[in-house]
């Protein structure tokens, strides 16, 4: 069992940048960050394969963000940069060792954090 752990979120804003991070208990080949705002339907984020680095990102935050990850310390990292009031969002980590569908739907993954908070003020 994969257990995650995020951190990093916060208060920030317009243009500002944060770094999110995720870390595992065990080592997963494909790692995503979901982001649900209210009222809103979980929406898949980023996605990385740990072998490659191999990453594939939602069209909302393309050239904004970037998902990377340290093998070593099981760990998957967000940065987000030019941070947008859209963007405010409880942020979730999730883990899988095998993409059954496409990357951002959530049925595919087997472990989830609890999530980080980002809010980005106007």
């Known amino acids: 069992q994969v257990q995650l752990v995020e951190s990093g979120g916060g208060s920030v804003q317009a243009g500002g940048s944060l770094r999110l991070s995720c870390a595992a208990s065990?080592?997963?080949?494909?790692m995503a960050w979901f982001r649900q705002a209210p009222g809103k339907e979980r929406e898949g984020v980023a996605l990385?394969?740990?072998?490659?680095?191999?990453?594939v990102y939602a069209d909302s935050v393309k050239g904004r963000f970037t998902i990377s990850r340290d093998n070593a310390k099981n760990t998957v990292y967000l940065q987000m940069n030019s941070l947008k009031p859209e963007d405010t969002a409880m942020y979730t980590c999730?883990?899988?060792?095998?993409?059954?569908?496409?990357?951002?739907?959530?049925?595919?993954?087997?472990?989830w954090g609890q999530g980080t908070q980002v809010t980005v003020s106007s």
């Open positions: 065990g080592s997963s080949k494909w």
């Open positions: 990385i394969y740990t072998g490659y680095g191999s990453t």
């Open positions: 999730a883990a899988t060792s095998a993409l059954r569908t496409r990357w951002s739907g959530p049925g595919n993954y087997n472990y």
